[in-house]
């Protein structure tokens, strides 16, 4: 089973749409994970931080659930700027080593 | 002022050469990695050095040798070329990250690396 998990979608939504992503982590022991995006032939870029208690910027919501080992992003109110890839993150502790999933594509259409 | 700079952006090679990748970054930062994105986008951790120390090596041919002359710099060579090697490699550098301290990176814009 890989270290973190994501459906790679495609997503295609319309502007205005709410969307949601899921990702699925093994390790038990994780504590902290992260949202990236990056877009297409482009770096990721940090989106946010998931905390236990949930967080919120803007638009987005992440959400962490331990007891099931997954994390979620909420995109509200999609935008044709949001189409880009979303990669959930699992930090592993030692020495600061983010764990990648593959990512999982949205597309946002007018 | 870019914060973490790769060079070259796009390299194409042939099987059996040997090539470099530079990295620097001036946001000074302590820790710098180097990763992989293969053709299926999977990015996966190959190298990481804290202020010039080598602390991540995972399962990556010895053909790739990392190094770091100083706490901005962290450059890739890569021996004898594979066809396998090409992807997007990435830099990228976080603050001192001993003791398992959670920090955000900071990415390179990546070198295209294509073997033919």
């Known amino acids: 089973r890989k270290e973190v998990e994501q459906d790679p979608g495609p997503f295609n939504v319309p502007e205005g749409a709410t969307v949601a992503f899921n990702c699925t982590y093994s390790n038990s022991a994780s504590q902290s994970f992260f949202w990236y995006r990056q877009d297409c032939r482009k770096e990721p870029k940090l989106l946010m931080s998931?905390?236990?208690s949930g967080n919120e910027d803007g638009r987005f919501t992440a959400q962490l659930n331990r007891a099931s080992q997954y994390i979620s992003l909420l995109i509200r109110d999609s935008k044709l700027s949001d189409s880009a890839t979303y990669l959930c993150v699992r930090h592993s502790g030692g020495y600061n080593k983010l764990i990648f999933g593959a990512g999982t594509r949205l597309a946002v259409h007018p | 002022d870019t914060a973490v700079s790769q060079t070259p952006k796009y390299l194409v090679t042939q099987m059996g050469n040997d090539k470099s990748i530079k990295c620097e970054q001036n946001?000074?930062?302590?820790?710098m990695y180097w990763y992989k994105q293969d053709s299926k986008k999977f990015l996966k951790i190959m190298f990481s050095y804290n202020n010039k120390e080598l602390i991540i090596n995972e399962t990556v041919p010895n053909r790739f040798s990392p190094k770091s002359p100083d706490k901005a710099h962290l450059n890739l060579h890569i021996n004898s070329l594979e066809l396998g090697d090409s992807a997007v490699y990435f830099c990228?550098?976080?603050?001192?990250?001993?003791?398992?301290?959670?920090?955000?990176?900071?990415f390179g814009s990546g070198t295209r690396l294509t073997v033919v």
């Open positions: 990228a550098s976080s603050q001192d990250s001993r003791g398992g301290a959670n920090y955000g990176y900071t």
């Open positions: 946001l000074g930062h302590d820790t």
């Open positions: 998931v905390y236990s």
